[in-house]
């Protein structure tokens, strides 16, 4: 059974750094994504970053890049998102999903729990 716990959440002041992870268990091979989203209240969901375990390759979305690194931990079975500079707009809970791409505007094969982050001004 595959489980995603995503951790690393609270509040962060803004202009800061915040850095969150996700542990995936259960995975039969690396031919995985992992793939971080956001939803703040009231928007729309959002494909936030991700990365395939098999080469290291990596998606950013607009909103975060240049600010934003997705890195893996093979060894651990852990995916951490930095996020620098952070700034309001940031504030959301934020979900670690998993599927076969890095697609992250379709399905999601693999969800797990999210973890909350506000920034304060």
């Known amino acids: 059974e595959v489980q995603l716990q995503a951790s690393g959440g609270g509040l962060v002041q803004a202009g800061g750094s915040l850095k969150l992870s996700c542990a995936a268990a259960?995975?039969?091979?690396?031919?995985?994504?992992i793939r971080w989203y956001r939803q703040a209240p009231g928007k729309e969901r959002e494909g936030v970053s991700c990365?395939?375990?098999?080469?290291?390759?990596?998606y950013y979305a607009h909103s975060v890049k240049g600010r934003a690194t997705i890195s893996s931990d093979n060894a651990k079975n852990t995916v951490h998102l930095q996020i620098h500079n952070v700034k309001s707009e940031d504030t959301a809970v934020y979900y670690c999903?998993?599927?076969?791409?890095?697609?992250?505007?379709?399905?999601?094969?693999?969800w797990g729990r999210g973890t909350q982050v506000t920034v304060s001004s």
């Open positions: 999903g998993a599927d076969q791409d890095c697609a992250v505007e379709g399905p999601t094969e693999y």
């Open positions: 259960g995975f039969t091979s690396d031919d995985y994504a």
């Open positions: 990365i395939w375990l098999s080469n290291g390759a990596t």
